[in-house]
């Protein structure tokens, strides 16, 4: 998709989100098998496209265009392209393949899936106004007391990330139904049996052409973006990690 077209499908007022089914789930659901037969039960190489921004980038407060354009189409989208190359490698692979180049390219393709997955989900909660409301406000506020103390953790969790690689998720612990703020220092750690329900990339690319080294104006400026009515919808019909 070129810049134009990728106006055009986000020409709308005031960053208007397009819809969480836009882009949660979304690659389960683009997903096309691929024509390539095989003898498995599932056809490889699967084909996924990178899905446009939910909103109109000019429109949030403190993250360029620049920035999130460059988010978009370079880490995101290329995450979206290594994962169709990856999974092309893995179904050359066949019994005598050598166990390791399979355990190298299953590793980088959860690296990729997670990406392009985790992206999307980071993408559609930017875009609001960043105030907390409803079920997900109840939900914080009865695990950590008050917003205020669930902003500290994860803005903090973030913050020493500075300079380094990683995300900072919060997820719903579907074992005991409590909400849980996760520190990943790569992609492939999101945690086990969670539903992700709100994330924020701080890898540098997510900052560094705007606020150079500066981790702590970039969290401030991604919360002023949240869009914590997706959360809450997040909380009523839970993505899901799959690719
Ligand atoms: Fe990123």
Redesign the pocket.
Known sequence: MNRREFFQSTALAGGAIIGSQLLANSNTLAATKGTTPHSGIQAFPRKYEAKPLPFNPEYLKGLSSKLILS?HDN??AGAVKNLMKVEAEIAKLNSDSLPFVWTALKSSEQTFRN?MV??EL?FENLGGNGKIHGPVEKLITSAWGTTSRFETEFKASGLGIGGGTGWIVLSLDKRTSQPIISCLGALNQFAANAVPLLLM?V?E??YAIDYGAGIKDYIEAFFSNINWEIVNKRLEAPPTMAG
Do not use: C, L, Q, V
């Open positions: 988010h880490n995101y990406s985790m992206h980071y990339d890898y690319h997510a």
